[in-house]
Structure formats: C-alpha cells, structure tokens
C-alpha cells in the first residue's frame, strides 16, 4: 500500500516498462497531450531494446505484421523530424543470401506471396546483382532477397531518443521502479511498486519478457517465454560490406559499422534468466554463426571477436506479438512479445498503441495480435 508521506501519483497514462515500445508509446501520447508516467524496473533500455542488433527491417516478416512494419520504416526515415534525433538510423538496404538453387526458389515463392498479397517491397534478386551490390561475398551465392529502404540504427541511442522526446512533451520516467502488482480498483488503474503506488485511468502493459506475469495477474494468461538472444562484435576491419545480410538456409544477421566493427547474431537463442533479469552467452552457439559468416566471407577468418553478450527477449507460441486491448479489464492495452523483431516495430507501435489508448482504435488492423487469439489457458 501507499505509504502516508508518498501521496497517490496520478496521470492520464499510466505504463509499464521502459524498452523502445515503452518508450515510443510514451512519446506519442504525451505528444497528444496526455499525462504520461512510466515505470521501468531498471533503466531505460537496459534489456532487449538497448542491446539489440539494430536491425531495421521489413524484409521477411509474417503477413500480418508487414503493414505495421512498413508503417514504423516510414517514421525510423523520418526520425530526427519526429524525435529531434535520427537514432543513427542508416538506410543500407536488407539483403537475405541464397547458397544453393533450392533456396533461390524458396526466395522466389516469398517474394510471389507477398505479390499475391499486394506487397513489392521485397525484390528477388539474381547472382548478379546480389554481386553488384556486395561484391565481397563468395561466390558460390545463387541470388536472394533485396529491400532497398530497410536499414540499421543505434538501438540504446533510439530508445534514449524516445525517452527524451516523451520527456520534452512532459512524460515523467521512474527508473529502478519495479511494479509487483497491478489492480483496477473503480475507475483506477493501481500501480503497486517499492516507492510506493502510482495510479492512472489507464494502464499500457510494455514490460518486454516480464509481460507475461502481469497479463495473468489480470486473469489473461499468454504463452510468453523468454529467451537469451545473443551477438557478437568483431575488431575492426577495413570497410567490405554496406548492406545488412541475412540467410536464407541458416541463422544469420550481419552488418559492418562505420568504424570498421562487424556485429553478428541471427536469433542465435543463449540462455535467459527472467528472475535474474540477465541473459547469458552460450559460446558454443555462437561458434555455428562464427561459421557462417566465414562462409560468406572468406577473408574474415582470422578477425577477432571483441566481445558477445545476450538480452532477454519475450517470445510467443504463434511468433507474433501482443497489440492489444484487455479483454477482461476496462482501459488496460498490451504491446510484448516481439519474438526477436522488435525494434523495427518500436516507433510504429508505439502510435498504434496511442491510438488505441487515446482514440479506442487503431490506424491499422491488430486483430491478428488480439490477447485472446491463444484460446482459453490454464492459470
Ligand atoms: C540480441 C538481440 C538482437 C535483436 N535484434 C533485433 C533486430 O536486429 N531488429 C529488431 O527489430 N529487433 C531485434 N531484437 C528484438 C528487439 O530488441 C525487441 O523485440 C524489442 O526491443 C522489445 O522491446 P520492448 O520494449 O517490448 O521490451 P524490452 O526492451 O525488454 O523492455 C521492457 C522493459 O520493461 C521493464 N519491465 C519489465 N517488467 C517490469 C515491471 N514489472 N515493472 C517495471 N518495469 C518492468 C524491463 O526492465 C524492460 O526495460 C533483438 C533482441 C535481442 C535481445
């Protein structure tokens, strides 16, 4: 309970956890003139959304998740207009390698779907061209898939970004404030945490892998997990490589940096502890996408790992995430479980949830990320 000297802290909105999604959706309700709070159990980006590959991408996403995706790419090109900050946004193209002739099909059967679908971002690429545009990969490539306007960014920096611009239009951060229980009592939402509870009309559930707890404590329960995912970073190495790459046949996402450094990882799953709030490296594992890279890049076998590390990451049964109203309780909206694909989404969703906050509906169909699309699950 609250404690007599620290009176009830009440705003408008009221949301849990400090990532990217926490982050965005703070800045655009606040933007709207909102009264925002934000609890966040450590820091600021301290997990997933600080320490993520940076990826940009809309290449290879799930249907459903492709108009939101394209959506989000249009803000993360305009973010230093949106934001004050670009995030080091670089729009380098995403590129996803073919090694044999069957790959190559599987590339094309893609990128036929989307077609079917009404979608032409993604490009089947021949060897050529694959080879006009990376001239350092290997030559035994057979083709692959191209996004001219996917990219990469820097992801502390981004979600810093979005804290400060949510901070400018007046939202306030409580960091080093875990919640441990949220209830509705009336027309109030109830924040319950160490220094003490905060209370809103609305409740937005950003809390990442911890999501999970929260949604049960309000008698939804989702098939969340968490895993370690890691990367690696290399020394530095004269410039070879401009695009971000992935591979069609194995785990792969690879970018170089300006400053010469290769950052490596592909959902390469380490070991996650949710209590701990820590995730760890499994060395072995990341020796195969070592491999790998070596594969598509002869000349980087003797280049040195500087160092690797893993952030834990929520994870749903079906790989999409939860955008979402309650079903059960009145003004309480998820948005977790981002399945290793998150950043991208981040500044696209993080409107999306003002709108639903704000206006009770969205620009875009969720329907394919409803809370209650798992069916009913034991408690
Ligand atoms: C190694 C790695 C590489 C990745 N690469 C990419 C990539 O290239 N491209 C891409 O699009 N995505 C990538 N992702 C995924 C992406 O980082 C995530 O999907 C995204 O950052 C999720 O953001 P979030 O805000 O939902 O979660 P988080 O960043 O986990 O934020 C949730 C926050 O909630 C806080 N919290 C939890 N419980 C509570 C509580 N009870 N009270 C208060 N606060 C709480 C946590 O402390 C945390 O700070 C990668 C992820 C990892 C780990």
Redesign the pocket.
């Known amino acids: 309970m609250n404690k007599p000297s620290q009176p009830l802290r009440e705003t408008d909105v009221l949301v849990?956890?400090?990532?990217?999604?926490?982050?965005?959706s703070a800045f655009h309700m606040a933007q709207r003139g909102a009264s925002v709070t934000v609890?966040?159990?450590?820091?600021?980006?301290?997990?997933?959304?600080?320490?993520?590959?940076?990826?940009?991408?809309t290449l290879g996403r799930p249907l459903p998740e492709i108009p939101l995706s394209l959506m989000s790419r249009e803000i993360w090109h305009t973010l230093a207009e949106t934001i004050g900050d670009d995030a080091g946004f670089v729009p380098s193209g995403q590129m996803k390698i073919a090694e044999t002739q069957a790959e190559l099909d599987e590339c094309r059967e893609r990128v036929d779907l989307l077609e079917a679908h009404g979608f032409s971002h993604e490009k089947l690429i021949d060897r050529e061209t694959l080879l006009d545009i990376e001239p350092n990969i290997a030559p035994h490539v057979t083709g692959g898939v191209w996004v001219e306007r996917d990219g990469?960014a820097l992801?502390f920096r981004a979600?810093t970004a979005f804290r400060l611009a949510a901070q400018k239009h007046g939202a306030i951060f409580h960091e080093g404030?875990?919640?441990?229980r949220i209830e509705q009592r009336g027309e109030r939402w109830l924040?319950h945490?160490p220094s003490g509870t905060f209370a809103a009309e609305k409740l937005v559930v950003?809390?990442?892998?911890?999501?999970g707890?929260?949604a049960r404590q309000v008698g939804e329960p989702v098939p969340v997990h968490p895993?370690?995912?890691?990367?690696m970073v290399t020394h530095r190495v004269a410039p070879f490589c401009r695009s971000?790459l992935g591979a069609t046949g194995r785990p792969l996402?690879f970018k170089q940096f300006d400053n010469g450094t290769v950052v490596i990882?592909g959902?390469?799953i380490g070991i996650a502890d949710l209590p701990a709030?820590h995730?760890e490296v499994d060395f072995a594992r990341l020796v195969k996408s070592a491999n790998t890279v070596v594969d598509l890049f002869p000349h980087l076998r003797n280049l040195g790992i500087n160092r690797a590390?893993?952030?834990?990451?929520?994870f749903t049964d079906d790989s999409l995430?939860v955008i979402s109203p309650s079903r059960r309780a009145s003004n309480l909206t998820y948005?977790?479980?981002?399945?290793?694909?998150?950043?991208?989404?981040?500044p696209g969703c993080g409107r999306l949830v003002s709108e639903l906050v704000l206006d009770g509906r969205p620009s875009l169909p969720l329907d394919a990320f409803a809370i209650d699309r798992f069916g009913p699950m034991v408690h």
């Open positions: 849990v956890g400090g990532g990217l999604h926490g982050s965005s609890l966040e159990a450590d820091y600021v980006g301290r997990h997933s959304s600080g320490v993520n590959a940076g990826g940009v991408r990469y992801p979600t404030t875990p919640v441990g924040a945490t950003t809390a990442g892998a911890w999501a707890e929260l895993e370690g995912l890691m990367l971000t996402s990882g959902k390469l709030r995730g590390w893993a952030g834990v990451e929520a995430p948005s977790f479980g981002y399945c290793g694909s998150g950043f991208q989404l981040g």
